[in-house]
Each structure stands twice: as C-alpha cells, then as structure tokens.
C-alpha cells in the first residue's frame, strides 16, 4: 500500500546514527510445492514487538522503531527437523534460497530454527496432497480492521494499537476454517496472506492472526525500505507475481480469493481470474468503499453472502 512508502522513506531520512546491538533473524514463513522449498527472512537489529498490553504510546515507539530498522551484514543458520542451510547477508539484510528439490518431510507445519534466534516462531509449511481447496487473502480491511480509505485512521491503527488489541473483521476466522474443512487435512492446506503491508511488520501480523485464531497461513508481505526487491510504485503487479508463484506451486489445488475494494484487489483478482479461470473457486469482496460508482467485475461476490451461512 502507497502509505508505507512514504511514511517508512519519510522516516528513515531522519535516522543518524546507530550503535553496535545484538542481532536477530526476522525469519518469513516458509513453503514447499510442487516446484521445490523457499525460505526467506531479514537480519536487523534486535527489535521487540509491542506486548499485548502496552500503552499506545509504547506501540508508536515500539513500531516505530521495527519500522526504522535496517538490515545487517552477517551469516544466518536456519533449520528445519534434520535440514540446515546458511546464507551471507549483505547490509540490506534480506535472504532467500529457493530450490527445486523436495524436503523428505511429512504434510503439515515445521517450525523453523535460526542463528541468530527469530523474532517469532515461523514455520515451514507443507500441504497435504490429498488437499484440494486453498485460500489467498488480504489482510487489511479483510480479516484485520485497517479503514484503509482513512489514511489517518489507518496510520493510527498500525502503529499504536498492539497486535492483540487490533479488532478483527468479524466471522472471517471461522469462515477460513469452514471452507478449509472441505480438504481431509484442513490443518496442512494451502493458506497464503498476500499483502502490501511491510515485511517489517511480520511479527505483529503474526501475533494477530494467532490471537484471533485465524488458520495457520503463509504471511506474503512487501519489501518496504532501503535495499528492497519490490518497486515502491507496484502495488497491483506486485500482488499479482505473488499469487501467481503460488497457483504455480500448488498446480492441484483450487482457490479461494478473499479481499476488499478499499483498494485495488478486485481489479488484482480480475486479472487472476480472466488469465487462471480453472483454479480459481470463486471471489468474495469485502465492501469498505461504498461509492456507487465503484466499479464491480462480474464473477466477484459480496463477502456477506458466505458469511451468512456462518453461524
């Protein structure tokens, strides 16, 4: 989402200095399909998300700083079950290995292991091959309240409320596990959390899908800042590469595609549908943008019309 860029590039020219701290590994969930494994993560400063109790005041200073965080030149060890790896960083941080060999690991969740010690728990997700129906799902105004046609009302709830204390879109928790009980392992499906949102926020968006009991999912979120991968200006194309990766490394499986018309998912999920019109099952929208004028793509439902059958 374009608010980030400005409010990270903003506050990132007023950093001066910074002292020598201790390090972590802000490790991203991890995935293997059909075309192989990938991990990926950044090496920071270490950087304590808000607990769940701070005050707002705290939050902002809390967010804040993991916002202004830059990467570490360094070497990260990360393992899962018997697997370990090791990459150089260079001074962006960032890190990723994909490979085109499968891991001789059972379907389901692995936690995965880091030198220097993760932030927070991430796993390695491998989905059951007898699982046909998967998800693909925003996060802001999707399943967490952003008001993202606020752009101060947004910046507010980002920064200073702690992850467990941000307030949920109602009924989409129990709507996720309802639709992934039509796979015989529901808790080994293809789930993904495709956002803008930064990558620098992964550990909040992390704690909040937890406490609000939203099904374990692979978090997708953007590069934002110095050294990153993604254009500041894509927001359309960037999600669309996203989800194609994935329809390409789960070739068996059919998807769901949840979003809002805040911003652009519709016309996003459009494009995914006119070019991957068998592997998708359908789209619902969230509808924050009430302007009648706002443009609706045949094919596209209202969210309400499955949350009405949820009880």
Same mark, same amino acid.
């Given at each position: 989402?374009?608010? &980030?860029?400005?409010?990270?590039?903003?506050? @990132?020219?007023?950093?001066?200095?910074?002292?020598?701290?201790?390090?972590?590994?802000?490790?991203?969930?991890? &995935?293997?399909?059909?075309?192989?494994?990938?991990?990926?993560?950044?090496?920071?400063?270490?950087? $304590?998300?808000?607990? *769940?109790?701070?005050?707002? %005041?705290?939050?902002?200073?809390?967010?804040?700083?993991?916002?202004?965080?830059?990467?570490?030149?360094?070497?990260?060890?990360?393992?899962?079950?018997?697997?370990?790896?090791?990459?150089?960083?260079?001074?962006?941080?960032?890190?990723?290995?994909?490979?085109?060999?499968? /891991? +001789?690991?059972?379907?389901?969740? #692995?936690?995965?292991?880091?030198?220097?010690?993760?932030?927070?728990?991430?796993?390695?997700?491998?989905?059951?091959?007898?699982?046909?129906?998967?998800?693909?799902? !925003?996060?802001?105004?999707?399943? %967490?309240?952003? +008001?993202?046609?606020? *752009?101060?009302? /947004?910046? *507010?709830?980002?920064?200073?409320?702690?992850?467990?204390?941000?307030?949920?879109?109602?009924?989409?928790?129990?709507?996720?596990?309802?639709?992934?009980?039509?796979?015989?392992?529901?808790?080994?499906?293809?789930?993904?959390?495709?956002?803008?949102?930064?990558?620098?926020? @992964? =550990?909040? /968006?992390?704690?909040?899908?937890?406490?609000?009991?939203?099904?374990?999912?692979?978090?997708?979120?953007?590069?934002?800042?110095?050294? $990153?991968?993604?254009?500041?200006?894509?927001?359309?194309?960037?999600?669309?590469?996203?989800?194609?990766?994935?329809?390409? !490394?789960?070739?068996?499986?059919?998807?769901?595609?949840?979003?809002?018309?805040?911003? #652009?998912d519709p016309e996003i999920y459009n494009a995914i549908v006119t070019k991957y019109p068998d592997r998708i099952v359908g789209v619902w929208i969230h509808q924050v =943008?009430?302007?009648?004028?706002?443009?609706?793509?045949?094919?596209? #439902?209202?969210? *309400?019309?499955?949350?009405?059958?949820?009880?």
């Amino acid at each position: 989402m374009r608010y &980030w860029f400005l409010i990270i590039t903003m506050m @990132t020219a007023t950093v001066a200095t910074r002292g020598q701290e201790q390090l972590q590994t802000v490790v991203d969930d991890a &995935w293997q399909g059909a075309r192989g494994y990938h991990f990926s993560g950044r090496l920071t400063e270490i950087r $304590s998300a808000p607990g *769940k109790d701070s005050s707002r %005041l705290s939050a902002l200073y809390r967010n804040t700083r993991m916002l202004l965080t830059s990467g570490e030149e360094g070497v990260v060890t990360w393992r899962v079950a018997l697997n370990e790896w090791s990459l150089r960083v260079d001074e962006h941080g960032y890190w990723e290995l994909a490979a085109s060999q499968a /891991l +001789d690991l059972a379907p389901g969740w #692995h936690d995965i292991e880091s030198k220097p010690v993760a932030s927070t728990q991430a796993g390695l997700l491998i989905v059951d091959p007898r699982n046909q129906v998967g998800i693909i799902t !925003d996060i802001d105004d999707t399943v %967490l309240v952003s +008001d993202v046609l606020s *752009k101060r009302a /947004l910046l *507010k709830n980002s920064l200073t409320v702690p992850a467990e204390q941000r307030e949920a879109v109602a009924s989409m928790a129990a709507l996720y596990a309802h639709v992934l009980k039509a796979n015989p392992a529901p808790e080994s499906s293809a789930v993904f959390y495709v956002s803008s949102s930064p990558r620098q926020l @992964t =550990d909040n /968006l992390r704690r909040f899908l937890r406490a609000n009991a939203f099904p374990r999912g692979v978090l997708q979120l953007k590069e934002v800042g110095s050294g $990153s991968a993604d254009s500041m200006g894509e927001h359309e194309s960037y999600k669309i590469r996203r989800i194609e990766t994935i329809l390409a !490394d789960f070739p068996q499986t059919k998807f769901y595609l949840f979003g809002d018309n805040g911003e #652009h998912d519709p016309e996003i999920y459009n494009a995914i549908v006119t070019k991957y019109p068998d592997r998708i099952v359908g789209v619902w929208i969230h509808q924050v =943008d009430l302007d009648i004028k706002r443009r609706v793509y045949p094919g596209q #439902h209202d969210v *309400k019309e499955l949350l009405g059958g949820e009880k």
